[in-house]
Structures are given as C-alpha cells and as structure tokens.
C-alpha cells in the first residue's frame, strides 16, 4: 500500500495519449520539435498548428517527422530539425530537464518523442548485415530488406535502490534502533553530493540479481528482502529506472574510490530534499522519510 501512494502521485504518459493510433489527418497538430535534443516550447507550451510553416519552420531545416500518435485527440508529430538549423525567431528550445518543472505531462510525452527520433537515427542500417533498412508498416520497428533483422526501440534497464539499516548502536530518544539508509559519492556526479546506488542491469540477469551485485561492487555490502517499488521512463537517453527498496543484511562498506569516493549511512534528517521531483531518486528518498 505504501508503494502505491507513492506511485499515485505520478501522472501517467497515457492520461490524454494514445500511442498507436492512426494518423486521422486533424486540422490542428502538436508538434515536439527538438533541436540539438531541446524541446522547442512556445509560451511554454507544445505549439498545435496547423504544419509546421505556420511557425517559419521551413521545410529544408526538417530533418525528421515522425508521426507520434494522439495528444489530446490531435495528431502527434515529433520533429528533429536539422544541425544546421538558424534559429532566426529566436525561439526557446528547453533542456528536458527544465521541461518537467514547467509541465510534467509535456516532459512525459517529449521524453518518448525523443527517443523516436533517437531510434529513426539510429537504425538507418541493419546492425547485422549492414543493409539500409525501412520502417514497418505494422509496427514501430526498422526492418531489414536483406536479412530481416528488426530493430524496436532500444530501452536500457536500470536499478535504483534505497538500503535500509537498523542502527541498533545508534538508538533514538524511545531507545529504538535509528533507519538509516546508505548513499555514496559517485564521481561522475558534479553537482549531487550523495545519492543511492544505481546502476545497468547485465544481460541475463534479473532486477534483484541487479541490485545484490550493483551494491556488492560498489559498496561491498550484502543485502536482503528486495522489494519492488516502482519504475520510471529517463530518457537520458533511454533507460527505465527501476525503483527498488533492500534491507542491509551484513558487512562493512568498501568503496573503490574510483567510481564510488565515499559511502556513509543517513539518518533522515541529515539528507537534503533532493532539488527537483523529476527522478525516481526523489520519491525513494521521500518514501524513506515518511514511511520508516
Ligand atoms: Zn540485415
């Protein structure tokens, strides 16, 4: 139940989307135009315009225009223009990042729109034989004229998980051991301080393999009772987070000091809200918070 209120605060991508539909030729269409993987956002909103001259988007700056579906019963396109695009009206074209903070059901969709266009370039030649390929007619997938190799939308998984400690040498004012929950400095983070264990999950392993192994290479400690708590689209550039939560079953942490810099275990009062909602990262930290 726990994990369910937490999830209910999402919206869904599919509150007023439908992904497959067909094209229905609407007089009025939204358009996620991207440049340089920015989402062109007019007084901070999708434009819905008739095509795309209506906004002085000429038809040689168009490198990609790939029907999306249907955004609130209006066809969907999502649009890459081209690297050497001049952006003479000086429009806003929005990092995705910032997009959530201004409307999360538009980071949503733009979030999948750009992976379309991500998957259109990246799949211009067969990966096996090398042949030009073409789009399908049935669904959304490129297909190989020469040896039929077919290639989907590439989603990579990957784990999130808080580790939640009984500190039984650290007890609170009702003499009850203190949660604590494990977060480490990662290297490659610039600007977050501390943040939970996160990492790819291996092919052919499961999501609890995942999570044991993740946390026994970066912080050399052994867990237990994985739990599922939810899951979330980063298209940066393509993963699917996997929330979960794991109990500290036993040993002492041991970071590398190249990847990991230091590991420490965090009472709740000593971590900071995290600066957006936008990840999953922030409502595993919140479940924490509230709810042990
Ligand atoms: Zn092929």
Redesign the pocket.
Known sequence: MRNERNLKESISIYDNYEIDSPIKNTEDKYYFIFYERKLLLIDNKIPLIKDLSEINIPKEDIKNNIHLGEFYSKDAYTVELAEDYENKQDYDFIDLYEVFDIDEETYLIAGRAIQIIDWENNHQF??????K?VTSDIERAKV??????TSFTRICPAIITTIIKKDTEDLDAEGKPTNKVLMAKHSYHQTIRYSLIAGFLEAGESIEEAVKREIKEEVGIEVEDIEYFGSQSWPFPNSLMIGCICKYKSGEINVDGNEILDAKWFKKEEIENPPSDISIFSKLIKNFKENY
């Open positions: 067969c990966g096996r034989c090398g042949a390929t190989c004229p020469e040896c039929g190799f």
